[in-house]
């Protein structure tokens, strides 16, 4: 079977859609089916043969690490390919690191091929236990020069998949 051939989903959780924004650029890009976790019965994954999951990023955790922990046994013999959402830039490996490390436990971890992208954060349409978090880590951070970024920014751009496409039609985007 060649990768155009290989049935493939795309799932993700959104808190504020970003994670939905780029599940519908990749869905529309390869023709893949798109499912919200909240939508999904999870058996259906036994009909596909690669499955590429999408999770937002909220207090250091994936919004997708309980649903992927109670449904690792449908994916764990498929390729699998992980991309998070958040604030924290790519290029901050060791961060992002400790986002997965905390998320899932090292047998997945060890099974799924990972993509960082970019997300926003806008304060106005955040929810108001979020909003308060966000208030609390401003007077906690008192550090000159953190990596804590807490004003609103928005790099949910397209053009932040080329990794993660150029990976699903790649002969490694198949194991």
């Not at 994954?45 to 999770?55: E, H, L, N, P, T």
């Not at 960082?116 to 954060?121: K, M, V, W």
């Not at 880590?137 to 496409?165: A, C, I, Q, T």
Request: overall charge positive; cysteine-free.
């Amino acid at each position: 079977m060649n990768r155009a051939e290989m049935r493939t989903i795309i799932i993700y959780a959104s808190k504020y859609g970003s994670t939905r924004q780029y599940a519908e650029w990749l869905g529309n890009e390869t023709g893949y089916p798109i499912f919200n976790i909240k939508d999904i019965q999870a058996d259906i994954i036994k009909d596909y043969q690669r499955v590429i999951v999408g999770s937002s990023v909220h207090m250091g955790r994936l919004d997708i690490s309980s649903w992927m922990n109670k449904h690792w046994h449908l994916m764990e013999d498929k390729p699998v390919i992980l991309f998070s959402v958040n604030g924290t830039p790519p290029e901050q490996k060791e961060e992002l690191q400790k986002i997965l490390e905390f998320s899932l436990p090292k047998h997945i971890l060890e099974n799924v091929n990972y993509f960082p992208l970019q997300g926003r954060l806008i304060y106005a349409e955040l929810n108001f236990w979020h909003k308060l978090l966000v208030k609390m880590m401003k007077k906690m951070d008192k550090h000159p020069g953190s990596n804590l970024v807490l004003e609103d920014y928005d790099n949910v751009r397209k053009e932040n998949l080329v990794n993660l496409k150029n990976h699903i039609v790649s002969p490694a985007g198949m194991n």
